[in-house]
């Protein structure tokens, strides 16, 4: 018998081998006349993880308007993966950042193609005329959720905190 | 039996008990695995 091999996760599964008997095609009868088979998956198709679940971005001055985040697929990397991701407000009180008001919503699906190790998401921020005087200061989320196959995991960090800040030397 | 995916080909022995001779029809049979997906179809007679 002639097992497929792939490179994509997938549960554990079985068929069945029969004998019948020629002529009228029935299963012979008997517990012995069938053998289950059971094709046991060897991909792994790995971890997902944000590389920095905490990111400061300075989002005032040159190249503030995108914050770029990374998310890396670890322990292994067989057949393709997808996961969805989206924007959210963090409640910190004042320094929440507002949908529309301090960044642009973000949603979609990373596809990480076999072998793939790491994969970037931009969100778009949105600028404000500050004082000298005046700070930013916001916290906003990016969430991984909603992973395929079922056998890739989402780190428990799967909520990627994003501080916006004035100063680019705050920054990291 | 519990076979590797990767393992390429699968052995099955069948066993003629009674020693009688006579042929037996030999087939496969989806469950949660398919055919075409997952396995290579067999449909085959044997001669004992």
Redesign the interface.
């Given at each position: 018998m002639t097992i497929i091999d792939d490179s994509n996760w997938e549960p554990d599964e079985d068929f069945f081998v029969e004998l019948f008997e020629i002529g009228s095609e029935k299963k012979l009868d008997g517990r012995d006349t069938e053998c289950k088979i059971t094709i046991l998956d060897d991909d792994k198709p790995g971890q997902l993880a944000f590389v920095n679940p905490n990111v400061r971005h300075a989002a005032v001055g040159p190249n503030s308007r995108i914050v770029s985040i990374d998310v890396k697929r670890i322990h292994d990397a067989d057949g393709v993966v997808t996961v969805e991701y989206k924007t959210i407000e963090i409640n910190e009180g004042e320094r929440t950042a507002r949908t529309g008001i301090d960044f642009e919503e973000a949603k979609g699906t990373l596809k990480f193609p076999p072998n793939e190790v790491m994969m970037t998401i931009d969100v778009k921020i949105i600028d404000k005329e500050l004082s000298e005087d005046q700070e930013r200061d916001e916290i906003f989320g990016l969430k991984l959720y909603n992973a395929f196959p079922a056998g890739v995991k989402i780190s428990k960090r799967d909520v990627c905190r994003i501080e916006l800040v004035k100063d680019a030397k705050a920054a990291r | 039996?519990?076979?590797?995916?990767?393992?390429?080909?699968?052995?099955?022995v069948?066993l003629n008990k009674s020693k009688a001779e006579g042929?037996?029809?030999?087939?496969?049979?989806?469950?949660?695995?398919?055919?075409?997906?997952?396995?290579?179809e067999?449909v085959e007679?044997i001669d004992f």
């Open positions: - | 039996m519990s076979v590797s995916e990767s393992i390429g080909d699968a052995r099955v069948i042929k037996v029809g030999v087939r496969t049979r989806d469950y949660t695995a398919k055919k075409v997906e997952d396995y290579i067999k007679i």
